[in-house]
């Protein structure tokens, strides 16, 4: 076996979801920040070498998520002539596969494994070998809404399985898609690079960023501002988009040069970047602003997310706003002018009650901050009705008003793009607003089941008992970004599906 993969490691690393508290919609556009908490639920990305019981060395890379059945992709790989990288294609043996494709993680093999290429070739060995790897990845609870009729959890794991496909998980929009890229990406860079300080240094941290919005932005066929990738790589932050341009790339990989170019993007590298409209030796292509300073939450105030169990299309809803902007720029103008300076307004409260922790605390004190939500949320329905895109729609702004009904509860928002994902509440933090919190939310749902109940009667429908409709998540705010993790914890969850992959059947 060659002595570079022997040194290959085993790595594990894991990046955290989000929630856009402030800036949906205007934080696309560059003028506009968001606020964006970073949260405790994580995605984990375990890399080995693979090894063949024959010693026969194939371009294979396999990545499995074990706690779904039928999630295993498996990808063959092969360098392109003329410096084109590393083109990745799934192997069509896999009948799920077929039916089933992962674009964000096979998107993120090609840039990831075409970047790598570049870093280990050399004058010697131009065209060095990448070497087989199994790939695990581990999400925490929080991203899906447990199957409240297929409860195969293996107690006392970190864990769950959740005895479905993945593509019948209903996600609660805590952002697993750009978790996912931006761990898969720091994993393959540490695992395949001889770098140690991958994580540890602001280089090497930009450097996983760069790479990780391209994958990503590629697999969502760029419409997004980037802000889940940001909060995955650095955490909680006030976001400011990178020009679109940056990731202007128009070319695909396989075409001549494509390595180099990538390569010379996520490096922002002066010596090998070309941009003739901007000038040569043009450095610092990348002009993401990532403020971390005013994206905490003061002492005395935690996030909540309620699951509603539902979900919405971002992309549909971005188009809908975007036209709407487009077709009336004079009335979209203003909503963008006042609901920016409201999120402001909100970013400066936090700021406020951050550095007025050292007081002593006093009734009233989130008031201000409950009123400056309360104007944004305002702002937020009106884009609503004037754009037709349902951002708070009526279930969720009944919601969020019966939410604030709770002694302790401050105020809410419909995060990110809004519609029906996970509704976001800031709360004093007491186990008692907490527990009066999940109280009403059962009252909620026993309501909500009783008026279905009632409409499917006078319809005539034959009624079946309604599933809980809005929950807690088991999640917080979380200020660290992507992580290295000890391997050992994920050694069961490795293990397990190889010895019996029985567990995939239904
Ligand atoms: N546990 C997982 N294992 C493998 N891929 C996953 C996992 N969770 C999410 N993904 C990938 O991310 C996609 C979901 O991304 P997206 O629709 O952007 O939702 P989100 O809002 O959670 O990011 C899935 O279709 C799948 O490709
Ligand atoms: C509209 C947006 O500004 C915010 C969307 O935030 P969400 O948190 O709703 O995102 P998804 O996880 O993709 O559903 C689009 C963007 O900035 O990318």
């Known amino acids: 076996m060659p002595s570079d993969d022997q040194s290959r490691k085993t790595v594990a690393v894991s990046a955290p979801g989000k929630v856009l508290l402030a800036g949906g919609y205007l934080v696309l556009d560059r003028d506009y920040t968001g606020l964006v908490f970073g949260l405790d639920a ?5 890399i080995r070498p693979l090894h063949t019981s024959t ?14 059945k039928d999630a295993i992709w498996e990808y063959g790989y092969r360098r392109s002539e003329k410096d084109g990288g590393v083109l990745v294609h799934p192997l069509t043996s896999s009948a799920q596969q077929t039916l089933h494709p992962n674009p964000f993680v096979e998107t993120t093999l090609t840039h990831v494994l075409t970047y790598i290429s570049t870093k280990l070739a050399s004058a010697t060995n131009p065209s060095p070998t990448i070497h087989p790897s199994a790939i695990t990845i581990l999400a925490d609870d929080a991203y899906y809404t ?30 697993s898609s750009a978790a996912l890229v931006t761990a898969l990406t720091a994993a393959l860079l540490a695992h ?31 419409v997004g501002s980037g802000f889940d990738v940001a909060s995955a790589v650095y955490g909680s932050c006030i976001y400011r988009r990178f020009s679109p341009s940056v990731i202007a ?17 996520v490096d922002d590298d002066e010596a090998i970047a070309e941009d003739k409209e901007e000038g040569e030796g043009q450095r610092k292509k990348w002009d ?39 077709r009336e720029p004079e009335e979209a103008g203003m909503v963008w002018t006042k609901l920016h300076a409201q999120n402001e307004a909100v970013q400066a409260e936090l700021q406020h009650l951050c550095q007025a922790d050292a007081k002593a605390e006093f009734s009233g004190r989130f008031d201000k901050l409950s009123a400056a939500l309360a104007d944004v949320r305002a702002s937020v ?15 969720q702004r009944a919601l969020l008003d019966g939410c604030l009904g709770v002694t302790g509860v401050v105020n809410g928002v419909v995060p990110g793009a809004g519609g029906y994902d996970a509704v976001a509440l800031l709360i004093e933090d007491t186990p008692e607003t907490l527990e009066e919190l999940r109280k009403f939310l059962e009252r909620w749902n026993t309501s909500v089941a009783a ?40 050694a069961s969850w490795v293990l397990r599906r190889e010895e019996s992959n029985d567990d995939y059947e239904p």
Not at 147 to 160: D, I, V, Y
Not at 306 to 317: A, E, Q, Y
Not at 476 to 490: F, N
């Open 42 to 46: 994580r995605i984990h990305v375990h």
């Open 288 to 326: 993401t602003q990532i403020t971390k300073a005013g994206a905490a939450l003061p002492k005395g105030l935690r996030l909540v997310m309620c699951d509603v169990d539902c979900g919405s299309k971002t992309p549909g809803m971005v188009k809908g706003v975007l036209d709407w902007r487009k």
């Open 451 to 490: 008026e279905q109940a009632q409409l499917a009667k006078a319809s005539g429908v034959e009624w079946e008992e309604a599933p809980g409709l809005v929950s807690v998540l088991e999640v917080k705010q979380d200020d660290e970004g992507v992580r290295v993790e000890k391997g050992a914890m994920y």
């Open 146 to 175: 447990t199957p409240s009729n297929k409860s195969t959890e293996f107690t006392g794991e970190q864990f769950k399985f959740f005895g479905i496909p993945l593509w019948d998980a209903h996600k609660t929009g805590l952002g």
């Open 249 to 265: 790339m128009t070319d695909s990989p396989g075409t001549a040069g494509y390595a180099s170019r990538l390569r010379a993007l």
């Open 192 to 222: 395949y690079l001889p770098e140690e300080k991958l994580l540890t240094t602001e280089e090497g941290r930009l450097r996983v960023h760069n790479l990780a919005q391209v994958a990503h932005c590629v697999a969502q066929g760029k």
């Open 381 to 395: 329905r009106n884009m609503s009705r004037l754009s037709g895109v349902p951002i708070e729609p009526e279930s």
């Open 55 to 68: 010693g026969v060395v194939l371009e294979e890379i396999i990545v499995k998520s074990p706690q779904f």
